[in-house]
């Protein structure tokens, strides 16, 4: 089955770039500045750079690890982490291929004169980097499943019992979905379960009402999932500024106005199209074409034949699962 990330309505493919996530013994992570009068020139990036003719992306990685920063990697040490279809603002399209390098001999210097700096992975968000580079830095930092409920009619210590119980597993980005009875009784023991585990729980505007599920999201650890019609009003109030939102798109406009808004991720849901035997490549190949018209990260709603494999080879954060239960 075809999973390249390459097909994309455009005509021309995009420009495969390749870029490494090297990290030191304290977990540092080291970023380049982009020097001189190149594009995008004073941003930092991952080092790497443009896959040339006759070469494969792990070849063509060590030649630019080796070439700009002096280290040796062997490709069986390259880890696919994501690669992310974007386009930039002058129109030019690239795939950047993301590779988490598991070793390397040599110490990093800048054999281009472009400077170097270790960065501890949460402080990463200080260094402007280009747009491409947001989903990077989001696969490296956030979950890759976002657990979404049943829209099943939930009553708060039910809901409380049942969160208790995925976030003692794996999940740490819920959505509830639905309408919730006696939410305010639990939503403080809701929040600190969330602070305490890392996690977070956003709660529908829709269900809820824009208004109670903004209060809602004031509190760490909780936030907001807005429905479309709330997106407009909540880009334009100051009181948005810092709370933990999101949003769901099925198009490259709806994606743009959650954007906007301010989410902080989105979940694309996309129609399943009628011939059911292209349906995963189908899908993924028009999730690509989406996620190059944006930056937030993006969690694919599953269908049946989607791996989350594949949907960070084009570009996902991951993928939407539902609660078992
Ligand atoms: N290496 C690297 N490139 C990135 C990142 N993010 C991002 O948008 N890019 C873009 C910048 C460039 O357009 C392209 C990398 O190609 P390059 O480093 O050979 O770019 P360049 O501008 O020097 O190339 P040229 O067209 O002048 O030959 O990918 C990143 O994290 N690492």
Avoid at 29 to 46: D, K, S, V
Avoid at 57 to 62: D, G, I, Q, S
Avoid at 172 to 184: D, F, N, Q, T
């Amino acid at each position: 089955m075809n999973h390249s990330p390459f097909s994309t309505p455009d005509s021309r493919p995009p420009i495969h770039v390749v870029a490494g996530v090297l990290s030191d013994a304290r977990g540092r992570i080291l970023l380049a500045r982009r020097e001189g009068e190149r594009e995008l020139a004073g941003l930092w990036e991952f080092p790497g750079g443009k896959v040339e003719k006759g070469e494969i992306a792990r070849e063509a990685l060590a030649r630019e690890l080796a070439e700009e920063i002096g280290v040796e990697v062997e490709p069986a040490a390259m880890r696919p982490l994501i690669a992310v279809p974007h386009r930039m603002a002058s129109g030019k399209r690239i795939v950047l291929d993301v590779h988490r390098i598991a070793r390397f001999k040599g110490r990093a210097r800048g054999l281009e004169s472009q400077a170097l700096a270790w960065v501890q992975p949460e402080r990463l968000a200080d260094y402007s980097m280009p747009g491409a580079d947001r989903p990077v830095v989001a696969a490296l930092r956030e979950p890759e499943f976002c657990v979404v409920t049943s829209s099943r009619n939930a009553a708060g210590e039910a809901l409380f019992t049942q969160l208790e119980q995925a976030l003692a597993g794996d999940a740490r980005r819920v959505i509830v979905r639905g309408p919730v009875r006696e939410l305010e009784s639990v939503a403080d023991a809701l929040a600190s379960l969330a602070v305490r585990l890392g996690a977070s729980i956003l709660f529908e505007s829709d269900a809820l009402g824009l208004d109670a599920a903004m209060v809602l999201a004031r509190r760490p650890g909780l936030g907001a999932h807005l429905a479309a019609g709330d997106l407009d009003r909540v880009a334009a109030s100051p009181a948005a500024g810092g709370l933990l939102l999101s949003a769901t798109g099925d198009s490259a406009l709806a994606l743009a106005r959650a954007q906007e808004a301010g989410v902080g991720f989105a979940l694309v849901e996309l129609s399943t199209p009628r011939d059911a035997r292209h349906e995963a490549a189908s899908r993924l190949a028009r999730f690509a074409a989406l996620r190059e018209s944006v930056t937030i990260p993006l969690y694919l709603a599953a269908g049946q034949a989607d791996d989350l494999q594949a949907a960070r080879a084009h570009g996902a954060q991951g993928l939407v699962v539902p609660l078992p239960g």
